[in-house]
């Protein structure tokens, strides 16, 4: 089953909202990477019936460490670098969209955002996960294209084992 199939537990506001933007950050900045997280970042049908985990805990890995990561998961050839850039530069731009709306969320005054409110800020970080994510297909696309049938299979089943991950860490 997807990990995007199985409903959010919301234990607490503030810990929702770090979650929530974890979640989406790393999901969005490079799937396979993110399932690597998911212990530390996801919630789960647990987290409502233990303590909230502390900040550090649940602190994802960095975008930079996502993209060394990825290469060397990918086995990038130097052949592939002008390419395999324009996907780093895409996980970095969105890295600093979300970023700029984790600020913009933090900036609220929480005890007077009304429920509306609320869903809206939700609304507009999956609206950036969803246009990240858009940006990051195409240009990992090309990227992939332009790879050999070997290390395209490497790819997919990077891409696949991580899913496996994400997925059964939520269930």
Known sequence: MSAFSHP?????????????????????????????????????????????????????ETVEERIATLHEDLKITPAEEADWDKVAKVMRDNDAAMQKLVAEKTAKDRDSMTAVEDLQTYEKFARAHVEGLKSLTSSFDTLYKSMPETQRKVADEVFRSAGHAAASSHG
């Open 8 to 60: 959010i537990v919301i234990v607490a506001p503030a810990i929702r909202s770090l979650a929530f933007t974890a979640l989406m950050g790393a999901t969005m900045l490079a799937m396979p990477l993110s399932a690597r997280a998911a212990d530390n970042t996801a919630p789960s049908a647990q987290a409502a019936a233990t303590p909230a985990p502390s900040a550090a805990a649940m602190k994802a």
